[in-house]
């Protein structure tokens, strides 16, 4: 196992539309422990996800967990996903706008506000090579759609980049900055994930 080198914004990679993984390339010892480094190395960030092109694999795989911690023993946990080749059905088109960071744009902490459907289902191949299928919601959901977007070249800042525009409210605000002026006292898990984000100055939702 190690801890693999998160690439920053800019880096090209970011940029690729991440190639399908076949079924017999899954259980390769090469991808398995890829897989195995992702993992560790989103744990250690601490993030919430990671796809492959942040560590500079353009291929369509993203891991992902959210689990209960010290700070939020209530949070409803998501546990670990490995999956490739995902594909996102959108089950609730209701847009949930919350903030989230992302372990390739700055990790002293740039933030922003990022609308994303409430509920989805997601289905691809696990770390097996079988199929997965996962439906989630609120704070989940955000995960996933964030680390899909990783391996269609899509960082949150394509998201926001409208409103930005618009300058109908802030969108984008260093870490400091958000928990100081926007961050809400509502108990959602969106936001309580943000604040323990906050701890430790990097968060992914998926990030
Ligand atoms: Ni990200």
Request: charged share 25%; aromatic share 8%; glycine share 4%.
């Amino acid at each position: 196992m190690a801890i693999l080198d998160v690439v920053q914004i800019g880096h090209p990679v970011l940029w690729e539309h991440a190639k399908e993984v076949d079924a017999s390339e899954i259980v390769t010892p090469e991808t398995q422990q890829l897989v195995a480094d992702m993992v560790e190395t989103m744990r250690a960030a601490p993030g919430v996800g990671l796809a492959a092109p942040q560590v500079t694999k353009s291929i369509r795989l993203f891991v992902g967990e959210a689990l209960p911690s010290k700070r939020r023993p209530d949070a409803s946990p998501m546990e670990l996903l490995v999956i490739f080749n995902p594909v996102i059905t959108v089950l609730d088109r209701t847009w949930n706008e919350d903030w989230e960071g992302c372990l390739s744009i700055d990790r002293s902490g740039m933030w922003g506000k990022v609308k994303r459907y409430q509920r989805v289902r997601i289905e691809g191949l696990g770390p097996d090579a079988q199929p997965v299928v996962r439906e989630l919601e609120d704070f989940h959901a955000r995960i996933v759609q964030h680390e899909t977007d990783h391996l269609d070249g899509i960082l949150f800042f394509d998201r926001i980049y409208e409103r930005l525009k618009k300058r109908e409210q802030p969108v984008i605000a260093s870490f400091d900055n958000y928990t100081h002026f926007y961050r809400t006292n509502k108990a959602d898990q969106s936001s309580t994930m943000a604040t323990e984000a906050s701890d430790t100055q990097a968060a992914d939702t998926e990030h």
